[in-house]
């Protein structure tokens, strides 16, 4: 045959991609109309990039990938800055604050400042060796003890001396736990104006 090409039959399978075709007749090459596209399969690679949409792909792929790494890591520092003892979370601050500038950062948390309702919660805190704020104050009444929730006091761990309330400067509203003391004659009375580490209670 000296013209023409050779038409492929309806249905007929060629496995060939339209992209390798060529059809040689007669000594003559005749070109495929699509662009000859290089692959490794004929030992060619490609020089350029993939322009294909792979490589916004793969950029999101290590975005979620760096994004998931920051989040662990948030979620990590977060659980280590709180622990758990019996059924509630606590946050020892690093921090010193006023009484009241750390009840403001424990309702920032989602949580106030602790609330002691047994020995066994009493010796935990005691033991973080830490001076620090309780929810405790007489600042609505002089004498009359409430913790931040407003119910009463009813299980105490006073020192023997305390509350004295004899800052020099004024009255002694707010209660800390006292690092030099036994753990449940730990408590003394102290101006709201010093600036003590404070405890978060968040309960579950
Ligand atoms: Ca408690
Ligand atoms: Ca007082
Ligand atoms: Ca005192």
Same mark, same amino acid.
């Given at each position: 045959m000296s013209e023409g090409v050779y038409e492929i039959p309806d249905g007929f399978n060629d496995d060939e991609p339209d992209a390798m075709k060529n059809t040689d007749i007669d000594g003559q090459s005749y070109a495929n109309v699509r662009a000859f596209k290089p692959s490794t399969r004929d030992g060619v690679v490609a020089s350029?990039? @993939? #322009? #294909?949409?792979k490589r916004p792909f793969l950029v999101a792929a290590v975005c979620l990938g760096l994004l998931c790494v920051l989040l662990a890591g948030i979620i990590g520092l977060s659980v280590y800055c709180w622990q758990k003892f019996e059924s509630s979370w606590y946050f020892l601050s690093t921090e010193s604050k006023t009484w009241k500038e750390s009840r403001q950062d424990c309702l920032k948390r989602g949580a106030d400042l602790v609330m002691i309702n047994s020995d066994k919660e009493q010796t935990f805190l005691f033991n973080l060796k830490k001076r620090v704020w309780i929810?405790?104050? @007489? #600042?609505?009444?002089?004498?009359t003890w409430k913790w931040v929730d407003g119910n009463p006091l009813t299980t105490r761990y006073w020192n023997d001396n305390q509350p004295d309330s004899k800052d020099p400067t004024g009255e002694e509203d707010c209660v800390e736990i006292h690092t030099d003391w036994t753990p449940l004659k730990a408590w003394n009375d102290m101006s709201c104006d010093r600036k003590l580490n404070w405890i978060c209670e968040k309960v579950f």
């Open positions: 350029e990039p @993939d #322009s #294909s949409g929810g405790l104050t @007489d #600042s609505v009444k002089e004498g």
